[in-house]
């Protein structure tokens, strides 16, 4: 019902910025939230951002001040804006959508985007 797809990441040095994109297709407007996590090797895949259908976002305690995400809810299209970055960012970035199909709430996920910090 919903395909996603991130793009944007890539190699850069501490202290450096990177946006990441987020593309949604099919039923878009199903979705209700859509969020940012990240994977590094070894570790579990944590939260990084959420923003919801209302523009309510939350972040977690390790990118706020440095992290911002937004979206364009028309082309269910959504970002997260990353400055300040830290050796300790570095993992795969994955978008998920929470969209709803019938009476029931489903989740999607894209394929990931590798980030790198590092001199």
């Known amino acids: 019902q919903v395909q996603l797809a991130e793009s944007g990441g890539g190699l850069v040095q501490p202290g450096g910025s990177l946006r990441l994109s987020c593309a949604a297709s099919g039923s878009i407007f199903s979705i209700r939230s859509m969020g940012w996590f990240r994977q590094a090797p070894g570790k579990q895949r944590d939260l990084v951002a959420i923003i919801t259908s209302g523009g309510s976002t939350t972040y977690a305690d390790s990118v706020k001040g440095r992290f911002t995400v937004s979206r364009d809810i028309a082309v269910g299209t959504m970002y997260l804006h990353m400055n300040s970055l830290k050796p300790e960012d570095t993992a795969v970035y994955y978008c998920?959508?929470?969209?709803?199909?019938?009476?029931?709430?489903?989740?999607?996920w894209g394929q990931g985007t590798q980030v790198t910090v590092s001199s």
């Open positions: 998920n959508a929470a969209f709803q199909r019938g009476l029931r709430t489903e989740n999607s």
